[in-house]
């Protein structure tokens, strides 16, 4: 059942065709949320992209996202936490597995190659998620990886989206990265958006 969709289609439609989204989620609604962006951008808007998982391994994510009618024929997968978490990637097409997490210049390069891959001009970028990679980096080099990335995605004018869980995010990590984003918009489990330009720490209810 779609929850957000209505709000999702009015922040979207408003940004220009090249920018960065930064998405604050609650471990209750993390899935959702993720699901009705990518419905929205892949089936609604028709438009292919790339989806960094950090978060479940590459296997696991397709079955999901295919379980909740996501075209995954349209995504290339960068996955860098199946070796991590013990598994044996096999190689296939439209996906390049990475180390680990702490790989951030692997990620980068494997980042590259995917956007090389990618021969359509109208692309999205997906990153799953910020505060998943501060379980394995310190949040300067967190904030410093977000910003090469959002520097890449307003080079190839794309569309960037960065999703974090905000209860596991630094909130001064998460306060720094709303400056260099767009747009910073935060789905309350109870179904409310808030939308807002700079995020201040007052409004993360520090």
């Known amino acids: 059942m779609a929850v957000y969709s209505a709000q999702i289609k009015k922040e979207f439609d408003s ?3 090249g920018f960065v989204v930064l998405i604050l989620v609650s471990a209750v609604n993390y899935l959702q949320v993720s699901f009705e962006v990518l419905d929205y951008i892949l089936n ?3 438009i292919p992209g790339i989806y960094i998982t ?3 391994p590459y296997n696991n994510m397709v079955k999901v996202l295919e379980e909740n009618g996501i075209d995954v024929k349209k995504i290339f997968f960068i996955d ?8 044996n990637p096999e190689r296939k097409e439209g996906v390049l597995f990475v180390a680990s997490p702490q790989n951030l210049t692997d990620i980068s390069i494997a980042l590259s190659e995917a956007l090389e891959a990618m021969k359509v001009p109208d692309k999205f970028l997906f990153l799953d998620s910020l505060s998943t990679l501060l379980i394995y980096n310190n949040p300067e080099t967190v904030t410093k990886f977000s910003h090469f990335l959002a520097s890449k995605i307003r080079l190839g004018d794309l569309k960037g989206i960065f999703l974090s869980m905000e209860i596991e995010a630094d909130e001064r990590l998460i306060a720094t990265l709303s400056q260099f984003v767009d747009k910073t918009i935060k789905f309350e489990a109870w179904g409310e958006v808030r939308s807002v330009q700079k995020l201040d720490l007052k409004l993360l209810g520090k």
């Not at 860098?80 to 598994?87: D, L, S």
């Open 80 to 87: 860098a936490i199946t070796q991590t978490a013990g598994g």
């Open 15 to 17: 940004l220009l065709n």
């Open 54 to 56: 950090v978060s479940r």
């Open 44 to 46: 609604k808007r028709n």
